[in-house]
């Protein structure tokens, strides 16, 4: 089975992802600035979770170890985490689930130049790299709450259709619906729509709310 490192696994999203990764299977590495950070919170998900095979490691060695690396880092963050990592992202299927989120009611998305933050990580990592934008509109809550089991789409975007693929298996194995939702450049639509659903989490006062499209 593929090993998934996650970077920035510490947060919210991370662990979210860890758990419904591990827990499907997969043996997760999980990535920090900090190692200690990383071990301690690697040890919280085996206590919730003791069947996942999960090891807390600092964002340099996730990068070097995964098949498969998960971005899980805000969008102000994405140059300083990203820049001393491009040599060993080189030629990996990089997933992003960054939102450049302003946060507000409603939320909205910042205009990056790019086009959107998938496509500023395209340009900062370089052609080489796979990246995969998917995951936006699953919330941590959902992620995290085990007792329940996860349910609905995820719109995957990205230019290299294997690499697609991959992610797409990724979400079918954790209980998702994947879906091609085109090139990279649809990411900004992607984006924009988690604002939407945040918003609506906010006025309906859920944490739970998702996308699903019908008669596909
Ligand atoms: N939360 C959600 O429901 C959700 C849903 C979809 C997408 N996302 C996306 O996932 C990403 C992470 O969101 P999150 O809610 O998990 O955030 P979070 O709880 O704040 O976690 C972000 C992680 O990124 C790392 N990080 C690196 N640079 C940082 C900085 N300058 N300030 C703070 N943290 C920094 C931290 O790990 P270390 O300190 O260990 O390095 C931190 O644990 C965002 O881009 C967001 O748009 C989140």
């Known amino acids: ?23 499907a299977g997969y043996p997760i590495v999980l990535g920090s600035r900090s190692s200690e950070k990383a ?4 040890n919280e998900i085996k206590e919730q979770h003791g069947n996942i095979n999960i090891e807390g490691v600092d964002n340099g060695t996730a990068a070097e170890r995964g098949d498969v690396v998960i971005l899980t880092i805000p969008f102000k ?4 985490i990203l820049d001393p990592l491009k040599e060993k992202l080189s030629g990996k299927i990089v997933v992003d689930t960054t939102v450049a989120l302003i946060p507000g009611k409603p939320p909205t998305t910042e205009n990056v130049p790019e086009g959107s933050a998938a496509e500023k990580l395209q340009v900062i990592l370089g052609s080489d790299v796979k990246v995969v934008s998917a995951f936006h509109t699953i919330s941590a809550h959902m992620l995290e709450d085990m007792e329940k089991e996860l349910k609905g789409d995820t719109l995957v975007a990205g230019d290299d259709a294997p690499a697609k693929e991959v992610v797409i298996e990724l ?4 209980g998702l619906r994947g879906l ?26 859920k944490k739970s709310i998702g ?3 019908t008669n596909v």
């Open 171 to 174: 979400a079918n194995k954790i």
């Open 39 to 42: 071990i301690k919170v690697a």
């Open 180 to 205: 091609n939702a085109g090139p990279l450049k649809v990411s900004s639509t992607l984006e924009r729509i988690t604002a939407l659903v945040i918003g609506m989490n906010i006025r309906y006062k």
């Open 77 to 80: 963050s994405q140059n300083d």
């Open 1 to 23: 089975m593929k090993t998934i490192s996650i970077i920035g696994g510490t947060g919210n999203q991370g662990k979210g992802l860890a758990l419904r990764l591990g827990a």
């Open 211 to 213: 996308v699903d499209f």
